[in-house]
């Protein structure tokens, strides 16, 4: 006899919220903690937090972990502190240190070494992250005794600046980046740059695509003792405020209808109406009729063909299967 479906468990919760996320506790464990907080059905994040680090984690209800991958494709800012002296095998200070140097770099030497981390770069990750290595996690591999070999993996690093020198055994960096670069890694790499070894002591993120370190909630102030009541609902963005931060096409009604019916129209016809921050080549952009959002379309091989659509019945974007070019529905 077949099973009935069951009804998923909680409350179907939909939006974003904006945690400041406090050192010490992974990504994971501030999703599940919120999870039950918020007696919710379905919750992630979008974009992992070390244990170490602090700052903005946007947690993802219902509807908008669908927009996870484009919150993790946007702007990153970070703030780190690096220290010298001590290279450690996880490039922070939870690490084992695995090489000590006496040298300490010169503002100077550290400014001249900086523009060869800026744009798009290769970057060897950490040997503790997540990446898959014929199957398994590197930092598994590297908790097992395994030295996994780390290949180089094109980064791109918008700004790098040196912020202030608290002393001589010390930096702190700001950094504004896409996505996949590893903050750890760029400490490491800048301080091997000036002639010496290092390894970050604390890490800030200050911003991941729309979502700001001004708006970020403290989590303590979200996750209080077993007997304190669920935080509210209102707490919660809407789902699209993901979205915010990406360029915005202009869109007429009957432009709209098209794509929403997975047609593809000839950038040509939107001359003069194309974004200037958005990329012909695989860009995506917003499509906005006047003041409403319509979806999210990519710009390629000189057409702008539909993704993702919004279904005016629950206020969520559903994907678009665009048709063959000059094809109609």
Same mark, same amino acid.
């Given at each position: 006899?077949?099973?009935?479906?069951?009804?998923? *468990?909680?409350?179907?919760?939909?939006?974003? /919220?904006?945690?400041?996320?406090?050192?010490?506790?992974?990504?994971?464990?501030?999703?599940?903690?919120?999870?039950?907080?918020?007696?919710?059905?379905?919750?992630?994040?979008?974009?992992?937090?070390?244990?170490?680090?602090?700052?903005?984690?946007?947690?993802?209800?219902?509807?908008?972990?669908?927009?996870?991958?484009?919150?993790? =494709?946007?702007?990153?800012?970070?703030?780190?502190? /690096?220290?010298?002296?001590?290279?450690?095998?996880?490039?922070?200070?939870?690490?084992?240190?695995?090489?000590?140097?006496?040298?300490?770099?010169?503002?100077?030497?550290?400014?001249?070494?900086?523009?060869?981390?800026?744009?798009?770069?290769?970057?060897?990750?950490?040997?503790?992250?997540?990446?898959?290595?014929?199957?398994? *996690?590197?930092?598994?591999?590297?908790?097992?005794?395994?030295?996994?070999?780390?290949?180089?993996?094109?980064?791109?690093?918008?700004?790098?600046?040196?912020?202030?020198?608290?002393?001589?055994?010390?930096?702190?960096?700001?950094?504004?980046?896409?996505?996949?670069?590893?903050?750890?890694?760029?400490?490491?790499?800048?301080?091997?740059?000036?002639?010496?070894?290092?390894?970050?002591?604390?890490?800030?993120?200050?911003?991941?695509?729309?979502?700001?370190?001004?708006?970020?909630?403290?989590?303590?102030?979200?996750?209080?003792?077993?007997?304190?009541?669920?935080?509210?609902? =209102?707490?919660?963005?809407?789902?699209?405020?993901?979205?915010?931060?990406?360029?915005?096409?202009?869109?007429?009604?009957?432009?709209?209808?098209?794509?929403?019916?997975?047609?593809?129209?000839?950038?040509?016809?939107?001359?003069?109406?194309?974004?200037?921050?958005?990329?012909?080549?695989?860009?995506?952009?917003?499509?906005?009729?006047?003041?409403?959002?319509?979806?999210?379309?990519?710009?390629?091989?000189?057409?702008?063909?539909?993704?993702?659509?919004?279904?005016?019945?629950?206020?969520?974007?559903?994907?678009?299967?665009?048709?063959?070019?000059?094809?109609?529905?």
């Amino acid at each position: 006899m077949a099973r009935p479906n069951r009804k998923p *468990r909680g409350l179907p919760l939909d939006g974003w /919220l904006i945690v400041d996320k406090p050192s010490g506790i992974g990504s994971t464990d501030v999703v599940n903690k919120l999870k039950r907080a918020f007696q919710a059905q379905k919750v992630g994040h979008g974009g992992t937090l070390d244990p170490l680090a602090t700052g903005v984690l946007p947690i993802a209800f219902g509807a908008a972990t669908k927009m996870v991958p484009y919150v993790m =494709d946007g702007t990153k800012t970070y703030r780190f502190t /690096l220290r010298f002296g001590e290279l450690r095998d996880t490039d922070d200070a939870e690490g084992r240190v695995i090489e000590t140097s006496d040298v300490r770099p010169t503002d100077e030497q550290l400014r001249a070494a900086l523009p060869a981390f800026i744009g798009d770069i290769m970057q060897v990750p950490p040997i503790f992250s997540a990446i898959k290595i014929n199957g398994e *996690r590197a930092y598994d591999l590297a908790r097992d005794g395994q030295i996994p070999e780390m290949a180089a993996r094109p980064a791109r690093v918008d700004k790098f600046e040196l912020e202030s020198r608290p002393d001589a055994d010390t930096a702190i960096f700001t950094v504004q980046s896409g996505k996949g670069v590893y903050m750890r890694s760029l400490a490491r790499d800048i301080a091997r740059a000036a002639g010496a070894v290092g390894h970050i002591a604390t890490l800030r993120r200050m911003r991941v695509g729309p979502f700001l370190e001004e708006a970020a909630i403290p989590l303590d102030k979200l996750v209080g003792m077993e007997d304190t009541p669920p935080p509210s609902p =209102d707490l919660l963005l809407p789902v699209t405020t993901a979205l915010a931060d990406i360029p915005a096409l202009a869109l007429t009604e009957a432009e709209a209808a098209r794509l929403s019916h997975g047609q593809t129209i000839s950038m040509v016809d939107f001359m003069g109406r194309i974004p200037g921050d958005a990329s012909p080549d695989g860009g995506l952009v917003r499509a906005m009729a006047g003041e409403r959002l319509k979806g999210l379309v990519r710009l390629e091989s000189g057409r702008v063909r539909p993704e993702r659509w919004l279904s005016p019945g629950d206020n969520t974007l559903v994907a678009v299967q665009a048709l063959p070019d000059g094809e109609t529905d």
